[in-house]
């Protein structure tokens, strides 16, 4: 599924529970090479280096490259310097909580409404531009998503964010494909990850997704099903998929309302635990 010794970008790590972290892992296990980016020094030392889940020699282990993606020169100079690769997953997002995310979708913080669409979408065609000259046999570029054909309380403005981001994987498949480079995006259930926590009550998302998936959501241990995911559309597997969004979110996409009693997971207390761990409150504050 994955090149052996091929060279991938994972851009967007902050700690070891992020997503990025966890497709990272996935591609070094099927014997690929992982370099990973994340936005400069200070959120390192803040994020990274201050994280508990890794020890001082997995942390030295990991290849990393500094690059703000709101920075054009910033990421042709980082596949420039990585020269040949086999693919890249964008895995970066962004929106201000206390303007952009909240109980009301109004807010004249345009600014902010600006730099939230240039992180979080925009950036991919930044990425893939420059990413371009590297993939030179070809390759494949994955970007993470979130369920945007519904509107989900709290998550205003990603929620259009990630709208965009569907939108321009699809036209970016339709303008590389004659490179034979394919996009697509992955469509994610909720995932307990620090970026996660500043989106205000995610525990009601949650809340949502034990109500209306068909298979159990771990919103914690499901990073690697995500993971699992990310390798397929990486690898020479999936060749012949371009432009598409794959969901992974144990079937609530394509639920009409709530499960019914008789079809939820059995395991009643699943939420509660993952609650409990992530620190999370499910009780709007």
């Known amino acids: 599924m994955i090149q052996k010794d091929g060279l991938y970008v994972v851009m967007g790590l902050l700690d070891a529970d992020s997503i990025a972290y966890a497709i990272g892992q996935e591609i070094q296990q099927l014997g690929g090479q992982v370099v990973y980016t994340v936005q400069n020094e200070r959120l390192k030392r803040i994020f990274f280096d201050r994280s508990d889940k890794l020890t001082a020699e997995e942390k030295a282990a990991l290849r990393m490259e500094f690059c703000d993606v709101t920075k054009e020169v910033e990421v042709r ?42 992180i979080s979408c925009a950036s991919l065609a930044t990425v893939a531009h420059y990413a371009l ?76 997704w034990r109500k209306m998936s068909p298979l159990p959501w771990d919103t914690i ?4 099903e995500v993971a699992h995911a990310a390798a397929f559309l990486l690898g020479p597997l999936s060749k012949k998929i371009t ?38 409150s499910l009780s709007p504050e």
């Open 133 to 208: 000259p590297q993939l030179k046999n070809g390759g494949s570029i994955v970007a993470l998503s979130f369920e945007s054909r519904k509107a989900f309380p709290f998550y205003n403005w990603m929620g259009v964010n990630k709208a965009a981001l569907e939108a321009l994987v699809r036209a970016l498949a339709r303008q590389y494909g004659h490179h034979l480079i394919r996009v697509n995006a992955i469509s994610a259930g909720p995932l307990t990850t620090k970026a996660a926590k500043s989106i205000p009550h995610f525990a009601h998302l949650a809340r949502v």
């Open 221 to 224: 241990e499901d990073k690697a």
């Open 77 to 118: 100079d980082l596949f420039e310097k990585l020269g040949p690769i086999c693919g890249v997953v964008h895995s970066i997002a962004f929106a201000n909580p206390k303007t952009c995310l909240g109980e009301d979708i109004f807010t004249n913080a345009v600014d902010d409404l600006k730099t939230g669409f240039h």
């Open 243 to 280: 432009g598409q969004v794959l969901y992974v979110d144990g079937g609530a996409s394509v639920v009409g309302g709530d499960l019914l009693p008789a079809e939820r997971p059995a395991d009643e207390d699943e939420l509660s635990a993952l609650v409990e761990q992530s620190g999370l």
